[in-house]
Nanobody
Framework: QEQLVESGGGLVQPGGSLRLSCTASGLTLDYYPLGWFRQAPGKEREGVSCISSLSSSDGSTYYADSVKGRFTISRDNAKNTVYLQMNSLKPEDTAVYYC???????????????WGRGTQVTVSS
């Protein structure tokens, strides 16, 4: 069964860090642009960060303005996993975070291929 599974969410104090992981089974992530998306209660889904596919020549990344300088996306192709390192977390980062395959090109938009079930991140003192 092809699926993406997120882990690493939790409760953290403002200023703290978390690392989210998204591991694929039944599919190889090398060929896909990947992204992290989040949705907070009452808010629209937001593209947090995306990374190009392994076959892309530029290895480009995208970050929403709200997370630039604090979050880092990376991929470990040997582990078939994509990560989101989140530092200097703020209460407004509280949301359910999803990993998904993404569309190629500028910006950060999910494709309709594969989605994880999400992991809750709560930033609160």
């Amino acid at each position: 069964q092809e699926q993406l599974v997120e882990s690493g969410g939790g409760l953290v104090q403002p200023g703290g860090s978390l690392r989210l992981s998204c591991t694929a089974s039944g599919l190889t992530l090398d060929y896909y642009p990947l992204g992290w998306f989040r949705q907070a209660p009452g808010k629209e889904r937001e593209g947090v960060s995306c990374i190009s596919s392994l076959s892309s020549s530029d290895g480009s990344t995208y970050y929403a303005d709200s997370v630039k300088g604090r979050f880092t996306i990376s991929r470990d192709n040997a582990k078939n996993t994509v990560y989101l390192q989140m530092n200097s977390l703020k209460p407004e980062d509280t949301a359910v975070y999803y990993c998904a395959t993404a569309l190629s090109g500028p910006g950060c938009y999910p494709s309709l291929d594969y989605w994880g079930r999400g992991t809750q991140v709560t930033v609160s003192s």
